[in-house]
């Protein structure tokens, strides 16, 4: 499902914290990454795309993202979706090879269509216009990345403190399923009601 694509957006840029992934569970591992919150002005339709430029918090490294506008970052989206789709077409290709006994092909279209589908697929899946430092192909875990986050879902607001400016955080992309969301915004209700001001 494309992600929400607005003219202005927040987004976290990170840095990632290990360099090798933490175990999270059987036969998967995952990597912390540490960011802070700006605001994403994209350019008019029909515009060329801009340059962000952002000091990373963690490192001090400089960073140049290149910005696309609501109506190009639509189009990227549907050139993925449409290189996905070619490799779902070359997987059933590969398919049909086989069971018409194509020994040689056949399997090869398969294992071509399917890692390729992949790799695409799940590209297509975070394209949000906003490339740079390995944010547009997802091959590798970069070392920073730029996400795109989510107003609070209606009914959750947000958990700040008026006094110290303490924020409970909780995960709002509307490609999660709502139960998911509702259950962890109830564990940071949780968090932030034991909450004491330094």
């Known amino acids: 499902m494309p992600l929400g694509i607005a003219k202005k957006q927040q987004a976290v840029v990170s840095h990632r914290m290990n360099f090798l ?13 540490q960011g802070v919150k700006r605001e994403l002005v994209r350019p008019d339709d029909g515009q ?6 952002v000091r990373c918090g963690e490192c001090a490294e400089e960073l140049t993202f290149t910005v696309h506008s609501v109506a190009a ?7 993925w979706r449409a290189a996905t789709w070619a490799c779902v077409v070359l997987f059933l290709a590969g398919v049909a090879g086989l069971i018409a006994g194509q020994v040689v092909w056949g399997p090869v279209a398969m294992a071509l269509g399917f890692v390729a589908g992949w790799i695409i697929g799940s590209t297509a899946a975070e394209e949000v216009g906003v490339t740079g430092h390995g944010n547009a192909v997802r091959l590798t875990i ?4 730029i996400a795109l986050t989510e107003p609070p879902p209606e009914g959750m607001p947000e958990l700040v403190c008026a006094r110290c400016g303490h924020q409970e955080d909780f995960p709002q992309g509307s490609h999660l399923r709502k139960s998911y969301v509702q259950q962890r915004y109830q564990d940071a209700q949780a968090r932030f009601a034991k909450h004491r001001c330094r």
């Open 21 to 33: 992934g933490q175990s999270s569970g059987p036969s998967t591992v995952s990597w912390k990454y």
């Open 48 to 53: 060329p795309a801009t340059r962000l430029p």
């Open 73 to 79: 970052t639509r189009r990227r989206q549907g050139y």
């Open 142 to 145: 970069p070392k920073h990345h």
